[in-house]
């Protein structure tokens, strides 16, 4: 198992910035990538970012060029353990809930946090 806490939410100005952290325990050695996606109010979850344990990354088409997503450098592992979601230039439909998941390279499971609210005021 896999537990996924996500941290970093909160309010903040049209233009401005937050960090949001990603933190997994237990049996990270299974993870294969961590993911941000997010869910406004009426609307389906969507991809934010993503980052593979060899090191790709992706991001989704709305948030290209203002969000960067990173991991722990200071950990020599090849295990994932604490992913990043710097969010810049943040505009009020970047509002919603995050979320984070871990994939298992072993199995079809996936693993969720339980989200955090980030609320853009314009």
């Known amino acids: 198992q896999v537990q996924v806490v996500e941290s970093g939410g909160g309010l903040v100005q049209a233009g401005g910035s937050l960090r949001l952290s990603c933190a997994t325990s237990?049996?990270?050695?299974?993870?294969?990538?961590i993911g941000w996606y997010r869910q406004a109010p009426g609307k389906q979850r969507e991809l934010v970012a993503t980052f593979n344990r060899d090191g790709r990354t992706n991001y989704g088409d709305s948030v290209k060029d203002r969000f960067t997503i990173s991991r722990d450098s200071a950990k020599n592992t090849a295990n994932l353990g604490t992913v990043y979601l710097e969010m810049n230039r943040l505009k009020p439909e970047d509002t919603a809930v995050y979320y984070c998941?871990?994939?298992?390279?072993?199995?079809?499971?996936?693993?969720w946090g339980q989200g955090t609210q980030v609320t853009v005021s314009s």
């Open positions: 998941n871990a994939d298992d390279r072993y199995s079809t499971s996936v693993f």
């Open positions: 237990g049996s990270t050695f299974r993870i294969n990538a």
